[in-house]
């Protein structure tokens, strides 16, 4: 006789699901894992502690965009306008820096909010689909950002500053690994302890139902938008801080599709629905390790696109056959 | 009465949005500045349109099945890099090899997106990525240049007929054929009712799977016939262009009237979306002292502008339903 507490009720059949199970919810992370352990054996130095730091440090731009990004993939919608917001901001930053730091800082944070309400507020209120109101902005954007530098890379000298950049708690930890954890912790916060990622994934699963059972829609997205131009500006600032400068024309390029990337790998469904955090996170990782990967075995940087698409497909492509 | 009338003023706005905003752009340039009327500049923005707007007529195709194809940018280079490579082997050789190529990742793409039932936008995101990269791989990063071919390789991104230079032929002809397919061949209907309503397309019997794999391949292709023009025109197969192309295509179709939710659009609409983006870059250039920089944030403005009124025209008018009923419905959503 089988009680409610057990779990393997008729067999087979129970373990295959199980299995399935199991593959979906940590698909990703064991991907991750196996990537790792594939790169100690074959990459000489990947053990390294100053690699594992490298990594940290390099993926710290794309995980801060890409944990804005999932949310906004979460209520079905997408953000391609982040790259020229960090942009943006890192300009209005170097910009008010004569006036002194914390100025600079207010600067660059209220273009990001500005301009997150402009996306959400015309994606909202207009009803026009993310994908084109974020594309105009992005053009718009960056335009701005180069006008104000007249397309040159403004560098600046700001010693305290620059710490920000390269700083390392105890002499070993960097200081990046510390504003990822405290995102991470923030996202996480909001996605999954506060009513208002109940109303995002609500609001991606089936917004009309959402809309009718009282959630404020517009209110709702426009919060997202902001969060995710807010994530954008925070790794623009980031960014400016390693390399003591701001370059309107190359910071940020293309770095939305890097965090799509991994916000899909992760298992966040483009169309919206339930958000996987810890799934991005590990999306970003997994790029970023391909990328190390790839740079440490000496092979061509163009071979790591390659391999990129083929994980991208591949992670998809689990997740997918479980519905 | 007078409701009629209006009625039917504000659906002729509506159809042809585009077409007006063109004829009005074309005639602002004309009047302001006296080297816009010529027959050189006209060929000169036309051709340089000729690209776009092959990628344009696939990617209408794609975003009326509710789909997306951002590669397109990526099997321009591709193809453009394959025919420099091969244009040693000969003419033939240079255009054939990367037009089954640009096929080949049409399938890929349509397998990707039905099959492995992927959203199109991550799919194509992800073959983006990979061809890039073969195309890096392909020439070790550096351009390509186009040698040990004849003339008439040239002649298809440089050559004129009739004073008109073909890459202009070839654009138009491909707008009128693919317009007349979308409008009275059964693959047109099957696209728009895929795109329309996808459940009762299958319902139907169409083959929903097989279209969709069509429309990418389609889009792939027009893809590759643009990058060996440009290759043409350019004497190299560059790996790094087309880096935003799938963008402005994009834009281009959706000014155009079509509606990424798909089921609706028409290559007019896309066709004369193609022109403002070359005529508004063009009467950029005219005026001589806008800076790059401002040119993007006007076209930035522009697109956004251009979008919004047009939402805001498709609404279905008054009412609580419509744009007036907006307002009272914010009030009572407590925004």
């Known amino acids: ?323 | 009465m007078n409701a009629v009338k209006g009625f039917q003023v504000g659906a002729f706005l509506k159809n042809y949005n585009v077409m007006i905003i063109f004829v009005a752009l074309f005639t602002f340039a004309s009047i302001s500045y006296e080297h816009f009327f010529t027959t050189l500049n006209i060929f000169n923005v036309l051709k340089q349109a000729s690209i776009l707007g092959l990628l344009a007529i696939g990617m209408t195709f794609v975003i009326i099945t509710r789909g997306i194809d951002i590669s397109v940018g990526s099997v321009l280079a591709l193809s453009g890099v394959l025919a420099a490579n091969l244009s040693k082997y000969g003419v033939l050789v240079a255009i054939v090899v990367p037009l089954v190529v640009s096929c080949l990742i049409g399938i890929v793409n349509g397998l990707v997106v039905t099959k492995v039932r992927m959203d199109p936008f991550v799919a194509t995101l992800a073959t983006m990525i990979g061809i890039r990269g073969i195309a890096f791989i392909a020439t070790g990063e550096v351009a390509v240049r186009i040698e040990g071919v004849s003339e008439s390789f040239y002649f298809l991104g440089r050559g004129d007929v009739l004073g008109i230079p073909l890459p202009i032929y070839i654009m138009i002809i491909l707008f009128v054929v693919m317009s007349f397919v979308a409008r009275y061949r059964p693959f047109g209907r099957h696209v728009y009712a895929v795109g329309g309503n996808e459940e009762a397309a299958k319902m139907m019997g169409l083959p929903v799977d097989r279209i969709k794999i069509k429309v990418y391949v389609l889009s792939s292709l027009l893809a590759g016939i643009a990058g060996i023009i440009l290759a043409s025109r350019l004497g190299a197969g560059h790996p790094v262009v087309g880096d935003d192309y799938h963008l402005q295509a994009i834009a281009t179709v959706v000014l155009g009237g079509t509606l990424l939710t798909g089921g609706v659009g028409k290559l007019s609409g896309t066709f004369f979306g193609v022109l403002i983006m070359s005529l508004i870059t063009n009467i950029f250039n005219m005026q001589g002292n806008i800076s790059t920089w401002w040119q993007n944030v006007l076209m930035g403005v522009i697109v956004l502008l251009v979008i919004v009124s047009q939402a805001a025209m498709n609404r279905e008018g008054r009412g609580v339903r419509g744009w007036k009923g907006r307002f009272r419905r914010l009030q009572q959503s407590g925004v």
């Open chain 1, 1 to 323: 006789m089988q009680t409610a507490g057990d779990v393997k009720v008729v067999g087979k059949a129970t373990r295959y699901v199980n299995v399935i199970d199991f593959l979906k919810k940590y698909g990703v992370g064991l991907a991750l894992v196996v990537l790792i352990v594939l790169n100690c054996v074959i990459t000489p130095n990947f053990m390294s502690v100053n690699n594992m730091w490298n990594i940290v440090i390099q993926s710290s731009t794309v995980m801060l965009v890409a944990l804005g990004m999932t949310i906004v993939i979460a209520t079905g919608g997408i953000d391609i306008s982040v790259g020229s917001i960090m942009a943006l901001s890192s300009v209005a930053f170097v910009h008010f820096l004569p006036h002194g730091v914390w100025v600079s800082l207010v600067a660059a944070i209220v273009v990001a909010l500005f301009f997150g309400f402009v996306n959400g507020g015309v994606a909202a209120f207009f009803r026009i689909e993310p994908l084109i109101v974020t594309l105009a902005t992005m053009i718009m954007i960056r335009g701005i950002a180069q006008l104000i530098t007249d397309g040159r890379v403004v560098g600046f000298i700001h010693t305290e500053f620059t710490q920000i950049g390269y700083y390392r708690i105890g002499g070993i930890v960097p200081i990046q690994l510390v504003i990822v954890a405290v995102a991470i912790v923030v996202v996480y916060f909001l996605l999954k302890k506060m009513t208002f990622g109940r109303y995002v994934e609500a609001i991606g699963d089936n917004r009309k139902a959402a809309q009718l059972a009282g959630i404020n829609i517009h209110v709702t997205l426009i919060w997202v938008y902001v969060i995710a131009a807010l994530m954008a500006g925070f790794a623009g600032i980031m960014e400016t801080a390693r390399l003591s400068a701001a370059d309107a024309n190359n910071m940020g390029m293309l770095i939305e599709l890097d965090a799509i990337a991994a916000v899909a790998i992760g298992g966040t469904i483009l169309t919206g629905g339930r958000a996987y955090l810890w799934g991005t996170i590990a999306g970003v990782y997994i790029m970023q390790i391909i990328t190390t990967m790839v740079n440490m075995n000496n092979i061509p940087h163009a071979y790591s696109m390659v391999v990129k698409t083929l994980i991208i497909i591949f992670a998809v492509y689990i997740q997918r056959s479980n519905d």
